[in-house]
């Protein structure tokens, strides 16, 4: 049980940053999901820093509603071709890719990541979600989202064929495959596949859902779980505890990566890092207060961003209607906030240094720009108190490491990779250079044996 433990490092590309204002940014591009030459960048920037993966999500429908939260998700390339050409500009970086199985068949899974596997040698993994968009079923032909129960035992039952296939995959000399005659509840697979085994074996798999089927699949099958938001640390603590017991109990403990996501905002100084997080809110859309309330569309990540004075009254229970972003809210209104709007007074305090009663005190803007909920954890400060959170939740085992995801791009990517990682460097946590080429290396995990169908 004694295994020495590594901090673990991704990075989430987002063309033009995770931040709901990340798109208005100076940095931002507004061809940047587009512009192949920006996306090796990035990549190469991870790799320079010898993070594990760069990832690449993919959610097989659109939503307008992101036109003012984040319009580089609204269309964008999708992960194998993006990843081919990632492949071509790096050599050490993992390149994660997302394939949802409610919309694919196994054979074309396996061949995917397999053929990239094969071009990028062997720093492939796959993230298998089952779909974050009600709307996609939609696109396929299909009236309804399925239930989280059958879209797990599809998941289940593709990701058993996918494995088989790779398993029984001929070598590299083209020989050697065999048939695996899959007949299962929901697929009838004959096999051999037409791409060689892939150099890690079975790809790296990650898994990134929320509910419990998916917390156990992870447990059981993936090589790296992502952690979506949490609302409190004691939370943070429990899924992590949750998933290494359920691990534990299919004698995989030491084998499953944890990585909640982190949005570092980071410079220089403190004062600095406050100042770029400040601009980032300034910048935020919000929306026509008439049309607070109403729902955008179901089922898709642009539902949960709507930013108002009208919602951030309602959320901290005072009325906040025609007040001045940039004004201090009076000591009596922040004490007779609610019960929620004291939780996020604590966060906006934590992250801008701002209390109701000191030298920097609490602005309007503070609260409205808090309404929604976060993609991930934030972390404001300059290197040494970014590198203490990551050390602190790697160290109390709140996290394995963390999948970055920077709030503009390029400026936030490289803000982490040249300020923060050699902190971590200094400190011991972080590998200084790679061990190995593929992904299963750094990650420390041995390519399985092969099993015959
Ligand atoms: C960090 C992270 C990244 C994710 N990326 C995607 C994605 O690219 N596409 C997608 O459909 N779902 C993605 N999801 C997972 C979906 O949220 C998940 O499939 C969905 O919630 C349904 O699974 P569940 O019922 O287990 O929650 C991601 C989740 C996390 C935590």
Not at 2 to 23: E, I, K, P
Not at 43 to 59: I, T
Not at 103 to 130: E, K, M
Not at 193 to 208: I, K, M, N, R, Y
Request: hydrophobic residues 40%.
């Amino acid at each position: 049980m004694s295994v020495q433990r590594t901090l673990h490092l991704g990075l989430m590309f987002w063309a033009t940053g995770t931040h709901a204002a990340g798109w208005r940014h100076p940095d931002a591009r507004a061809d940047a999901a587009y512009d192949i030459r920006l996306i090796q960048e990035v990549s190469q920037a991870a790799e320079r820093a010898k993070l594990d993966f760069v990832f690449l999500g993919d959610r097989l429908a659109t939503d307008p509603a992101l036109q003012h939260s984040n319009p580089a998700q609204i269309s964008r390339l999708e992960p194998f071709t993006t990843a081919a050409a990632i492949a071509a500009a790096t050599s050490h970086v993992g390149i994660v890719v997302t394939a949802n199985p409610t919309y694919s068949d196994p054979y074309s899974i396996a061949r995917l990541l397999a053929s990239l596997d094969h071009l990028d040698g062997g720093r492939t993994a796959w993230n298998l979600v089952t779909g974050a968009d009600a709307a996609a079923a939609l696109n396929f032909g299909r009236d309804a989202h399925w239930d989280t129960g059958k879209r797990y035992d599809w998941a289940e039952e593709t990701l058993r064929v996918v494995r088989a296939l790779w398993d029984n995959a001929p070598g590299p000399d083209g020989r050697g495959g065999r048939p695996i005659h899959h007949r299962g509840t929901y697929f009838s697979v004959d096999g051999p596949l037409d791409v060689g085994a892939p150099p890690q074996g079975q790809v790296v798999l990650l898994s990134a859902g929320t509910s419990d089927r998916s917390r156990d699949l992870g447990a059981r099958e993936a090589d790296m779980v992502f952690a979506g938001p949490q609302p409190t640390l004691a939370a943070r603590r429990e899924f992590y505890a949750d998933i290494k017991a359920r691990a534990a109990r299919y004698g995989r403990a030491d084998q499953v990566t944890v990585l909640p996501g982190l949005t570092p905002v980071v410079a220089p100084t403190t004062e600095e890092a406050v100042a770029r997080y400040d601009e980032l809110n300034s910048l935020l859309v919000l929306a026509p207060e008439e049309e607070v309330g109403e729902l955008v569309r179901a089922g898709g990540i642009g539902e949960g961003y709507r930013l108002s004075r009208t919602s951030a009254s309602r959320l901290f229970g005072v009325d906040l209607r025609g007040c001045d972003l940039t004004a201090q809210v009076p000591a009596e209104t922040l004490a007779a906030v609610s019960e929620e709007g004291r939780r996020r007074l604590a966060e906006i305090t934590r992250l801008t240094r701002r209390t109701a009663t000191g030298p920097h005190r609490i602005t309007y803007g503070d609260l409205v720009y808090a309404t929604p909920t976060q993609l991930s954890h934030t972390v404001v400060g300059d290197p040494y108190e970014v590198a203490d959170m990551i050390q602190e939740w790697f160290e109390e085992r709140l996290a394995d490491g963390f999948n970055i995801y920077p709030s503009s791009v390029p400026g936030s990517v490289t803000d982490f990779v040249d300020l923060v990682v050699p902190e971590l460097q200094r400190r011991g946590l972080f590998r200084k250079d790679y061990q190995g080429t593929t992904l299963r290396e750094h990650l420390g995990l041995a390519v399985p044996p092969r099993r015959s169908a």
